[in-house]
């Protein structure tokens, strides 16, 4: 219906000057727009905020008004002469007023309708309007972090001849920005309590009860290895100056997972499965981890070869392909996408979704082409425009793949431009020039790729026009879709696996309010769209886990910032006094929250900040014990 309304509207406006087609096209798309509007807000109020429902509003508005003043100036015209045949002639003069009044009405109306014409597609970059339902332990919460440290401003990567990973990525600071994040999206203080939230809520949306990882699950770490498709051997890339997935953030996500939620390393699948397995990653990955299943098409040299399932299991919902995908995901309990942050010349973006085009296989597996190039078409350059079907939403919502994932991790560590991800700096805020250094994680599978667009939005609008991949027309198609299915392409009904049980909502999907402040309507309050929780490294403290004796406390305030009602979260390794203290940007001390002994373990304190003026303050606890003292201090900002 919406796509109904674009084009009629663009004929209206090309025949503006007709007044048989103003009349004509008046009233379809009035009388069309109210039975359209109404039919769909009546059994779902919450669609009245969908992008669609704002282009059809202002027609549907427009046409009541315009029926209502044309019926009130009938009657008043009526009025008027029989008043002016009594020879009551103040009455007769006011109804002639207000069938004036009427007709002014009736030409605003209609004057509002033919407005109505620039709600073109391009309106689904409309701020703040949600669309879908938002999931993840945190519903629709998507943490980015990022720390300038991570990456050497000094890389020119065209220059480079050597492993520009190893020479220009710093391995401690991604290990802590990989860390941090985990902690800040789940509100818990140690690593193994934040996995293992993660782990059972999975359980729960699975039917499998609140359980944690249990040894001998397997999981599959799905990542980007584009420039090893054509890679002869494995000991060299084709291109210094192109990007794949940041091997420390790789190297950040075993160490978690094996020293910390203690999987077995031979439990851990990890590769792009048709890509060669080069040796950057090997020596890196590999010596720390050797036995870990490290998967490629090739499986020489001490990789796993990928085995692709017997039958097609992946159904493409427009009942035009099959294909078959590895049977290690099928045998996988969990599934871990770590994407790249880039735009691509096809398909505008690759993130969370089109990083699967890389799990999908067609007649076997082979490292020297692409496997999935005969599903190219669906992407924007080949189909522009809105509500087509995209086979994205298909990945997004099979069972074996999307269904899977656990948690989704882009790495922005370097980012890149295009399917070649040609390494560059970023000119947007707060990067201002700087390699963007950053990792976003969530577990709603449509919000970030919803943030990830937005930066990419954001950092290309002024680029050249053959760099702007991101502004084709259709590039966020597969994102309303998979958020809503009412949104769908006609006749499309999306069911990856063919078994008759169509997908619902995969997640949220909105734009931020602008990309300065970068608040989404869970930020403002407004709406139970996105969460974007901002940290930079610099601004945020240490937050340590349980085992570190060196670090016996931790703490940290959420909301931050903060509007009322929060909490003051905090871990003791050991029993002592604590105390904790409010100081305002001047370092001077607003007033002490608490001064008591307590024992170890994890605390949860609610505050409410409403006494506080806005600003910006440090919460300070001091620990005291036998042993010496520890403090620990967190920056927050109070909003009104």
């Excluded at 020479?167 to 920005?177: A, Y």
């Excluded at 040796?279 to 692709?308: E, F, I």
Aim: hydrophobic fraction near 40%; aromatic fraction near 12%.
């Amino acid at each position: 219906m919406k796509i109904i309304f674009w084009k009629v509207l663009s004929f209206f406006k090309k025949n503006g000057n007709s007044r048989f087609w103003h009349i004509v096209v008046f009233f379809f798309l009035g009388i069309s727009s109210t039975i359209w509007f109404l039919s769909r807000i009546i059994t779902k109020p919450t669609r009245a905020t969908y992008p669609c429902m704002r282009a059809a509003a202002p027609i549907m508005s427009g046409f009541i008004i315009y029926l209502i003043t044309l019926g009130g100036t009938v009657i008043a015209f009526r009025s008027f002469r029989k008043k002016l045949a009594s020879a009551k002639y103040l009455a007769a003069a006011s109804f002639l007023i207000v069938a004036f009044i009427m007709i002014s009405l009736s030409n605003a109306a209609t004057k509002k309708e033919v407005s109505a014409s620039v709600m073109m597609p391009e309106n689904h970059l409309t701020a703040n309007a949600p669309i879908g339902v938002a999931s993840g332990l945190k519903p629709g919460r998507v943490v980015w972090i990022w720390d300038e440290d991570a990456t050497d401003k000094n890389l020119v990567p065209a220059n480079n001849k050597a492993n520009w990973w190893a020479n220009f990525t710093n391995k401690e600071v991604v290990d802590e920005m990989l860390k941090k994040s985990i902690l800040q999206y789940t509100d818990l203080t140690t690593i193994p309590l934040a996995w293992d939230a993660l782990f059972k809520y999975f359980n729960e949306q699975h039917g499998k009860g609140s359980v944690g990882y249990k040894p001998g699950e397997k999981i599959y770490i799905k990542i980007n290895l584009t420039n090893a498709g054509s890679v002869s051997g494995t000991t060299k890339v084709r291109d210094f100056e192109r990007m794949d997935a940041t091997p420390e953030v790789l190297l950040a996500l075993l160490k978690q997972l094996i020293e910390q939620v203690g999987v077995a390393q031979s439990d851990i699948y990890l590769g792009d499965p048709f890509r060669t397995f080069h040796n950057l990653y090997w020596d890196m990955l590999q010596t720390a981890y050797p036995d870990v299943v490290y998967c490629d098409g090739k499986g020489s040299n001490g990789r796993h070869q990928t085995v692709p399932t017997e039958d097609p299991i992946m159904i493409f919902s427009d009942k035009k392909l099959e294909y078959r995908i590895p049977q290690e995901f099928v045998d996988s309990e969990y599934l871990i996408n770590v994407p790249c942050l880039k735009t691509h010349d096809t398909g505008g973006i690759t993130l969370g979704a089109k990083n699967h085009q890389g799990s999908v296989l067609q007649g076997g597996v082979s490292s020297s082409g692409q496997s999935a190039m005969g599903l190219h078409p669906y992407l924007p350059q080949n189909s522009s425009g809105y509500g087509k079907y995209r086979h994205l939403v298909d990945y997004l919502g099979h069972e074996q793949l999307g269904g899977k994932t656990l948690i989704t991790i882009i790495d922005g560590i370097w980012a890149g431009r295009s399917w070649e991800g040609y390494v560059e700096k970023w000119n947007m805020a707060p990067f201002n020039g700087d390699y963007p250094s950053s990792i976003f994680v969530s577990q709603d599978r449509v919000a970030i790729d919803a943030v990830g667009y937005d930066f990419l939005l954001e950092e290309y609008k002024n680029k050249e026009n053959k760099a702007q991949y991101a502004y084709m027309s259709g590039t966020d198609d597969y994102l309303i879709q998979a958020a809503d299915p009412t949104q769908w392409a006609a006749g499309i009904e999306y069911d990856p696996e063919g078994d008759g049980t169509p997908i619902e909502s995969l997640g949220v999907y909105e734009h931020w309010n602008n990309a300065t402040e970068k608040k989404y309507s869970r930020n403002l309050g407004t709406g139970n769209g996105i969460e974007l929780v901002s940290l930079k490294m610099s601004d945020i403290n240490s937050v340590v886990d349980l085992n570190d004796p060196s670090n016996p406390i931790a703490a940290k305030i959420f909301p931050n910032p903060a509007k009322d009602n929060v909490k003051i979260l905090y871990h003791l390794a050991k029993p002592c006094r604590v105390t904790a203290e409010i100081f305002n940007s001047a370092g001077e001390k607003v007033t002490t929250l608490f001064n008591k002994n307590e024992i170890s373990g994890e605390y949860n304190h609610p505050w409410n900040v409403q006494n506080l003026s806005p600003g910006n303050y440090i919460l300070q606890i001091n620990m005291n014990s036998t042993q010496g003292n520890s403090v620990s201090t967190v920056r927050f900002n109070v909003k009104k």
